[in-house]
């Protein structure tokens, strides 16, 4: 088995696609304005953004501005953060190395889910 797909839920579909398409740099495969949805080429796997009603209930409330989970492998993490910042790309902290001798870094999208950028080590 592999991972195919992976979801974030959000409230704005135009907003989260404006962020993934343009300042992520994600290529969109499928959805259109009257679908409550968006797929994206993310590497290895989709990236589905899948929006959640203002009316919908609390647990499907709860899905949209949290940590995710999800992490986007680059090989120069300093570099990539330093471009994604200027480009606007909120960002809870600089890139800091991990125990494992990894990097991280937590950004952030319009929905305020919590994504990563993560650089493996060499």
């Given at each position: ?45 989709d990236l589905v953004l899948e929006c959640v009603a203002s009316d919908a ?66």
């Amino acid at each position: 088995m592999k991972v195919s797909a992976v979801r974030v839920f959000v409230r704005d579909l135009v907003s989260a696609q404006v962020f993934y398409q343009q300042a992520l740099g994600l290529k969109l495969k499928h959805g259109d304005a009257g679908a409550a949805y968006r797929v994206f080429d993310a590497g290895s796997a989709d990236l589905v953004l899948e929006c959640v009603a203002s009316d919908a209930p609390q647990e499907e409330q709860a899905l949209v501005g949290r940590f995710t989970g999800l992490s986007f492998a680059v090989s120069d993490i300093r570099a990539r953060h330093t471009e994604l910042s200027a480009a606007g790309v909120p960002f809870s902290g600089a890139p800091e190395q991990q125990p494992w001798g990894g990097w991280l870094a937590t950004l952030v999208d319009p929905a305020g889910n919590q994504l990563q950028l993560v650089q493996y080590p060499g």
